[in-house]
């Protein structure tokens, strides 16, 4: 079964940098497009970054400039580096590839931005 274990959130404050990290396992990691993607309090997860498996990178426009997904194929890998973060990312991030067939989600990490 497909594993994604995501780590690294934390309480940061305003203007402050988080690196997050998940490590996927049971399935061809090098064969998939790899996002992040955030769900706070009362609102419907969303997409925040995306990046190919040939390393094309997008990104949600609230977080263009602030945010660089990145990922090692060699460790089946993919991070999210969030500079200058604000009160509006707090959110729940979790990691997953974009279409994929499987029903699976992580359990998440939670990064918190408050003075």
């Known amino acids: 079964q497909v594993q994604l274990v995501e780590s690294g959130g934390g309480l940061v404050q305003p203007g402050g940098s988080l690196r997050l990290s998940c490590a996927a396992s049971k399935f061809y990691f090098t064969n998939y497009d790899m996002a992040w993607y955030r769900q706070a309090p009362g609102k419907q997860r969303e997409l925040v970054a995306r990046?190919?498996?040939?390393?094309?990178?997008n990104y949600v426009d609230s977080v263009k400039g602030r945010f660089t997904i990145s990922r090692d194929n060699a460790k089946n890998t993919v991070f999210l580096r969030m500079n200058s973060l604000k009160p509006e990312d707090t959110a729940i991030y979790y990691c997953n590839a974009p279409g994929a067939s499987w029903d699976y989600w992580g359990q998440g990490t939670q990064v918190t931005v408050s003075s």
């Open positions: 990046i190919s498996n040939g390393g094309t990178t």
